[in-house]
């Protein structure tokens, strides 16, 4: 069996897609990668490194000849393609971002097409911009994303269609929401409020947040991403139409909601706002909710977590592992 790669292996997905996948198929399979060297300490969340029973090599996706030369190593077979610089921070440096999102994304591809190998892309609700359908947006719909973040995840999806079509390269990938996990940091995404607010509110009791109370985003909890992107790699090929950037759901959620749903667990949580007039101008861009049902039709996409069953296992979860002191926030 061939192996597979995962570059941006250290981030908010590859400290989880990394285990998942050691597990699914066997350690010895399995690549790590990232432009940043691997941490051994344990997490802040108490888990193991993310691929501490992985082999990890340094990539920057940037540099072609690196990437050929793991693939080349290890006979790697599939790609999964995360390294990426994310919303917020791409709003800041859009030179930089345009090098490592769209730089990164054709040098794996490049490596595809002549090593044969599939590759996973991650696409995002920020695909999306002002002019789409911003309730049940459809699978096929207008795309003109207003951030530099969008325009590359809307390039990535054709990058990946062109490569499929003209080359053959198995590429296949998803329009991934805002996603919540426990085990390592968000990456700068407009989204990250989302994580955030569970380990202030277990912390502090507290939390400020960068977006309006009534901003209602798409958001999944963790397993379930990793579990689609999984999924979706393993599908009958013959049954994907949509194969490059497939809408997938689980919650529709405000700020507000969240919240609530939190202090129902942890009596005398609070939140008050701080609006950061960037990310709440990208937020306001993006869809409310998704229409999935093209994943759900052709890879038989179903998640299962919502809002509460979510909530449940962050805060046990968080408050298991993190070992966080559970004492007002200093003033
Ligand atoms: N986290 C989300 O909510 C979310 C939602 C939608 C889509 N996505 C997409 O999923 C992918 C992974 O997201 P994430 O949340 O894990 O991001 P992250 O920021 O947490 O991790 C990205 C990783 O890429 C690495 N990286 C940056 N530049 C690199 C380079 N030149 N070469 C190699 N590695 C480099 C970083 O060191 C980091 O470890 C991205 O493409 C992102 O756009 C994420």
Redesign the pocket.
């Known amino acids: 069996m061939r192996r597979t790669l995962v570059?941006?292996?250290?981030?908010?997905?590859?400290t989880e897609l990394v285990p998942a996948l050691c597990e699914r198929y066997a350690a010895d399979l399995v690549i790590a990668?990232?432009?940043?060297m691997r941490q051994m300490p344990p997490s802040e969340a108490g888990q193991p490194c993310s691929s501490a029973s992985c082999q990890f090599e340094y990539?920057?996706?940037?540099q072609p000849h690196q990437i050929l030369e793991v693939v080349r190593r290890y006979d790697i077979g599939m790609v999964y393609h995360?390294?990426?610089?994310?919303s917020a921070v791409a709003e800041e440096r859009p030179q930089i971002t345009w090098g490592?999102?769209m730089g990164?994304l054709w040098n794996v591809l490049e490596t595809a097409r002549q090593y044969g190998c599939a590759v996973f892309f991650?696409?995002?609700?920020?695909a999306f911009g002002p002019s789409t359908p911003r309730d049940d947006t459809p699978q096929t719909t207008i795309q003109r994303p207003t951030t530099m973040?969008g325009v590359t995840?809307v390039a990535g999806e054709l990058l990946c269609d062109y490569y499929a079509s003209r080359f053959s390269v198995d590429t296949r990938g998803l329009r991934?929401?805002?996603?919540i996990s426990y085990t390592?940091p968000?990456?700068?995404?407009t989204?990250d409020y989302a994580v955030e607010i569970f380990r202030q509110a277990i912390k502090y009791r507290h939390y400020t947040c960068f977006l309006r109370g009534d901003t209602q985003l798409d958001m999944m909890y963790m397993p379930d991403a990793i579990r689609a992107m999984c999924e979706l790699m393993e599908a009958d090929g013959d049954r994907l139409s949509n194969r490059n950037a497939f809408n997938i759901s689980a919650m529709s959620i405000t700020p507000d909601e969240l919240a609530s749903a939190i202090a129902a667990r942890l009596p005398g949580f609070e939140i008050d706002y701080d609006i950061d007039p960037s990310r709440q101008a990208i937020a306001d861009s993006w869809p409310r909710s998704i229409d999935d049902s093209a994943a759900r039709t052709e890879w038989g996409w179903k998640p299962a977590f919502d809002l509460n069953a979510m909530c449940d296992d962050m805060i046990e979860k968080l408050s298991t592992h993190a070992r966080l002191p559970k004492t007002r926030r200093p003033e």
């Open positions: 570059t941006g292996a250290l981030g908010q997905i590859g990668s990232d432009v940043r990539i920057d996706c940037t995360l390294a990426a610089l994310l490592v999102n990164g991650p696409s995002s609700i920020g973040y995840k991934l929401p805002g996603l390592a968000p990456g700068g995404g989204t």
